[in-house]
């Protein structure tokens, strides 16, 4: 398996404007996460979904965010408008539960966005 | 809300040495505890995955313990490399739900 894919990786914007990131997770898992990484605050759960639902989003900052999964292949999230304090590392991870428990997150490489 | 902690925040060791790094969590009633690397620049690595009826895990050089009564968890590399060079994150999985709190990771440099 490819593993897990996000694009773009680097995406620079100005203040404003709307960004879309974008996650394709492993095959065959069923829980998705975004995540955000940043020096001051490290990384930061935003939501995350089951079964292409979205389960628990309490860690979405503003309204300005918005997440979605159309199948269980493909995932966005949107920032808009953007804003100079949304610039950090957007990671994807995806898991699989087996059995009776959720198993190891694997990560995307990440999305490096600067808004400037 | 659960706060983990890592110590300490930078470690540096000469090549071969043994050493434990150190995770410590505030909220006991977790679901499992997962050790990460990250290289600069990059994604996470899972490393060692501990649920929560665990003791400890191993893989390679890589042996995890998980003290849930204490709130602890270390992270014990044997024989070090400098390829072993990175940032290595605690992350604990949540009672309740499958949000994953981090660390703020512990940055680990192997001097040759």
């Known amino acids: 398996d490819a593993g897990v894919i996000q694009s773009p990786r680097h995406e620079v914007t100005e203040m404003g404007q709307e960004v879309t990131l974008r996650c394709k997770p492993i095959?065959?898992?069923?829980?998705l996460f975004w995540y955000r990484q940043t020096m001051m605050r490290g990384l930061e759960l935003l939501i995350y979904?089951?079964?292409?639902?979205?389960?628990?989003d309490s860690g979405m900052p503003e309204d300005r965010f918005s997440a979605k999964m159309p199948n269980a292949s493909f995932s966005t999230l949107k920032i808009q408008p953007s804003e100079p304090r949304d610039s950090a590392v957007y990671f994807c991870?995806?898991?699989?539960?087996?059995?009776?428990?959720?198993?190891?997150?694997?990560f995307g490489p990440g999305t490096r966005l600067t808004v400037t | 809300k659960q706060e983990v902690t890592q110590i300490p925040a930078a470690l540096s060791v000469p090549e071969g040495e043994n050493l434990v790094l150190n995770c410590s969590f505030t909220d006991s009633a977790i679901y499992n505890l997962q050790w990460f690397r990250q290289d600069p620049g990059k994604g996470l690595t899972s490393l060692l995955l501990i649920q929560s009826s665990q003791r400890e895990q191993t893989s390679g050089r890589l042996n995890a313990s998980l003290d849930k009564s204490s709130g602890r968890s270390t992270l014990y590399i044997a024989a070090s490399q400098p390829g072993d060079s990175a940032t290595y994150l605690c992350?604990?999985?949540?009672?309740?739900?499958?949000?994953?709190?981090f660390g703020k990771g512990t940055l680990l440099t192997v001097n040759p």
């Open positions: 095959s065959g898992h069923d829980y």
């Open positions: 992350a604990v999985g949540g009672g309740s739900n499958y949000k994953l709190t």
């Open positions: 991870a995806s898991s699989l539960f087996f059995r009776t428990s959720l198993g190891e997150q694997y």
């Open positions: 979904f089951n079964n292409n639902v979205p389960i628990d």
